[in-house]
């Protein structure tokens, strides 16, 4: 899984769908590993469940979290990616399309890098993927992988 990966965490199909057609319109190749809900991000990230075995010094490049999952919501997601120092400063980005205030709020108060809100129409959709592909593929600087921790 060397490279710049991408972890999508999105239960909705169409979402999930209209996600990657805007990635591949935006020529962004890298891999995009998928999980439908906060669980399986949670197995993929700490190498559990489903992803046992998995070497978990591998991070992805950035994690599209939803916030609202099955079984364990975006929130907590990212509440326990931030309280784990082997993740907590994994670049993490949430994609919803919640309009609450109070959802922004929790997801920076939890630690959040961004907060995008999902665009219905497909070229604002595209857009915003070729932005965040700038952004978070390109331009940021990753903190080292092991955290700074020795």
Same mark, same amino acid.
């Given at each position: ?27 962004? @190749?890298?891999?995009? @590993? ?27 490049? @950035? ?56 665009? @219905? ?30």
């Amino acid at each position: 899984m060397k490279g710049k990966v991408i972890l999508l965490v999105e239960d909705n199909p169409d979402d999930e769908a209209l996600t990657l057609r805007a990635l591949r319109h935006n020529n962004i @190749v890298n891999k995009v @590993v998928v999980v439908r809900d906060g669980a399986e991000a949670l197995d993929f990230l700490f190498g559990t469940g489903a992803h046992e075995g998995r070497d978990i010094r591998d991070l992805p490049q @950035v994690v599209f979290l939803d916030l609202k999952l099955p079984r364990i919501d975006g929130l907590e997601v990212l509440t326990r990616i931030r309280a784990d120092p082997r993740t907590k400063l994994l670049p993490v980005v949430i994609l919803t399309s919640s309009k609450e205030e109070q959802d922004l709020i929790a997801g920076y108060s939890n630690g959040a890098n961004s907060y995008i809100q999902k665009p @219905v129409d497909f070229t604002q959709f595209a857009e915003a993927a070729r932005q965040l592909k700038l952004y978070w593929l390109v331009l940021n600087e990753q903190p080292p992988a092991n955290g700074g921790f020795q």
